[in-house]
């Protein structure tokens, strides 16, 4: 699992937020061993110097779907690289270009937002958004279906600050206005127009202008231009600054269009007040105001709004609480632990598999993370294996890759409705980013072959790897318990969380 192929567009017409999300997801598959090119036609030159300074290979289609060259430069990128993944990322990637995809033979992710196509030929599709699972997708009969904002695709630079305490002011005074990668529409010069006139002492401003927005030269006079009277709130400008985080940590309100933006600020705990610049926008703008983790807003009420807001404490505190609940910053995380689950095969154990578990068995770091750390002898060994492989109450699995290579084993040892699981990467697969691929796939057989309704899991609390890797793969920690003598942390997942 080394290769991630990315097919996403980001132009003034259709914004950065594409692109930007893919880089997101780029950014975990690196961190996990693998390599990432982008097929993209890209227009800023800010943004092609930051996804290749991120490591990412880039290319640029000769033209766009549907002219059938695009998918021709795909295909070629296809036969050459041959992804692991192949990810669709834009509303111009068609019924027929999903189809042509996967009759390629390669994996395909397509992400969505809205349900644009009468029908989707995907493995996975990706919807990020509040209320994604009450769309009605019609997709293949094996597309595994990703939905909700549990899956948002956030960059690296946001996570350092999810745990942080955020500061609500009785009073607010600093807003950040952010209306996407390009804004076409030119919205932010109306909202800085709208700021001027707000009656707020003291009020600071930063204007955030994305990579691929094509007026700075007119924002930048109106942000030097003196509001009526010569009064009015100090306001900066902040061109496709790499600080995002550190800016909305900043702010104690922003004012954002409804875009993929919206997830960092609810991952930032930061209250908002969102606009709706493009019909796609419209889902994410009710939906996140129906759930209390944004206040929508027009702009012939924004004036209005951000005066109040800026001084009701209590509301900014409870959107501020209810976004954080709702995003959590594993998303890209989880995604990618899907993405390569599904690349993981898994085969009952039988008896001619004991000396290649005996020899991971006793493998000097499955051993440290074993509550028995002894070696086992190989007499020992041969009768439990049998016994286990035989054992009705035992799911044995011996997982392969897609080179059809042995890389690990899964046990899941049942008593009717609940099981406990066990886990075990072959040393030379380890640093591939398969752990928690491996539990989540495990656990997912162990659902489809037997009627358990609950999974635990037993950690030492020094294994730290486990514990995140069981934590990606949807475990949850249900407290601390003892195992053997030691002590450890007993995780839990249940059947309704993998549906």
């Known amino acids: 699992m080394k290769q991630l192929l990315v097919r996403a567009d980001a132009t003034v017409a259709m914004g950065t937020g594409h692109v930007m999300r893919c880089f997101a997801l780029a950014q975990v598959w690196q961190a996990t061993g693998g390599t990432v090119t982008f097929l993209s036609r890209c227009e800023s030159p800010a943004l092609r110097r930051r996804v290749r300074d991120e490591g990412i290979r880039l290319a640029s289609p000769p033209a766009v779907h549907p002219d059938p060259r695009d998918w021709e430069a795909t295909a070629r990128l296809v036969k050459r690289l041959k992804p692991d993944w192949l990810v669709l990322d834009g509303y ?19 992400t969505d937002d809205l349900v644009h196509w009468p029908r989707y030929h ?43 305490r955020r500061r609500i002011p009785k009073q607010a005074r600093k807003v950040l206005v952010t209306m996407g990668g390009s804004d076409p529409k030119n919205v932010t010069l109306k909202v800085i127009r709208i700021l001027k006139r707000v009656p707020v002492v003291g009020l600071e401003a930063v204007v955030m202008v994305g990579a691929g927005n094509p007026h700075l030269d007119v924002l930048k006079a109106e942000v030097q231009q003196p509001g009526v009277g010569g009064r009015g709130p100090g306001i900066r400008f902040a061109h496709a600054p790499e600080n995002v985080a550190e800016l909305m940590a900043w702010a104690d309100l922003a004012v954002s269009a409804g875009g993929s933006t919206c997830w960092e600020l609810v991952l930032m705990g930061l209250p908002s007040l969102v606009l709706v610049v493009a019909d796609n926008q419209r889902g994410v703008a009710a939906a996140l105001d129906t759930a209390g983790a944004a206040r929508r807003t027009t702009l012939r009420r924004l004036r209005a709004d951000i005066a109040d807001i800026l001084g009701r404490v209590n509301e900014r505190r409870s959107i501020s609480e209810r976004g954080r609940e709702m995003v959590d910053g594993g998303g890209g995380r989880r995604v990618v632990t899907r993405l390569k689950a599904a690349a993981i095969s898994l085969r009952r154990a039988h008896a001619e598999d004991g000396r290649l578990v005996w020899q991971w068995r006793n493998d000097r770091e499955t051993r440290a993370a074993s509550f028995r750390s002894g070696r086992l002898p190989w007499s020992d060994h041969v009768k439990w294996f049998l016994d286990q492989v035989e054992s009705p109450q035992c799911l044995f699995y011996i997982a392969v890759n897609s080179d059809s290579s042995p890389i690990g084993q899964v046990r899941c040892d049942s008593d009717g409705k609940t099981a406990v699981i066990s886990a075990g990467l072959a040393k030379e697969a380890r640093g591939c980013g398969y752990g928690a691929a491996l539990v989540l796939r495990g656990s997912e057989q162990c659902f489809i072959d037997s009627p358990v309704e609950r999974i635990h899991a037993y950690i030492k609390p020094q294994n730290l790897r486990s514990l995140r890797a069981f934590q990606a793969a949807g475990y949850v920690r249900a407290g601390m318990t003892r195992v053997q ?9 249940c059947r309704r969380d993998l549906q």
């Open 485 to 493: 003598g030691e002590s450890a942390h007993r995780l839990v997942l």
């Open 122 to 164: 995907a493995d996975v599709l990706l919807n990020q958004n509040l209320g994604a699972g009450k769309l009605s997708y019609n997709c293949d009969p094996d597309t595994r279906m990703l939905l909700g904002p549990r899956y948002a695709l956030l960059r690296t630079e946001f996570l350092e600050w999810r745990r942080r």
């Open 92 to 110: 111009h990637f068609d019924t027929g270009y999903q189809q042509a995809a996967r009759d390629a033979g390669v994996r395909v992710m397509v």
